[in-house]
């Protein structure tokens, strides 16, 4: 069972190397970058979705003008069309807390290789100077 675990979160590219290892090379680096890219425009998109469908379903907006709303929360400036009714007042609330933790989460997902690069090449000059 560890080793499935382990087989999986290899094959999705979320098992960073050890400390120990040397650093990826370039053309490694920037496949990670690119999936870490792709796993935060996911959340990003299936962000989008949920408050297309929100605004749809309890706003009674079209489409475009949904999409429009919800862009505008998820980037953080706002609604544009005036709710009507509770529910959607609720939802746009929620929705837009949820946006900023979702927002803050795909930016942390990007960056997480970057992150993981700096600390790793600290630790290969911090052992270079230590022998």
Known sequence: MVNDRKLILE???LVFEHRSHPV?????FA???????SYALGLVAASLALGVWGYMHFADLRFVDAFLNASMILGGMGPVDPLHSDEAKYFASFYALYSGISLLGAVAV?????MH???HILH???GKTEG
Not at 24 to 28: H, T
């Open 11 to 13: 094959y999705l590219g």
């Open 31 to 37: 496949g990670r970058l690119l999936r870490y890219l």
């Open 124 to 126: 290969l000059d911090e």
């Open 117 to 119: 690069r700096m600390l």
């Open 24 to 28: 990826l090379s370039p053309k490694r």
């Open 110 to 114: 990007f960056l997480t290789p970057v």
